[in-house]
């Protein structure tokens, strides 16, 4: 895709579903069991990972400093998924 936002892709861009990931990890694992440290981190990356696979999502993590929810639709968008789990990595 071009960084030339046509109407078309700005529809697509805004269509994009967002989740959460400590929404996503709740419903994986159950309310705030994955903050307890009771899942290993290996598998709760590759159940996200998963999940991703499964329901045509895009993955995006950035620390705060360069997180940006327009860039993530916009990524989810060219890589062809109609949703995008979020994660703050600050």
Sequence with gaps: MSNLMTPEKLKLV???EEV????LMDELYGEG????????YEDE???????????????????REHFSVWEARRKAVEAGKTKVVLEDLS
């Design 45 to 63: 990356c590759k159940a996200v990972q998963e999940w991703c696979e499964k329901n045509n999502a895009y993955y995006y993590a950035m620390p």
């Design 33 to 40: 069991v994955w903050l307890s440290h009771k899942v290993k």
């Design 20 to 23: 959460s990931v400590c929404r």
């Design 14 to 16: 805004n269509a994009v």
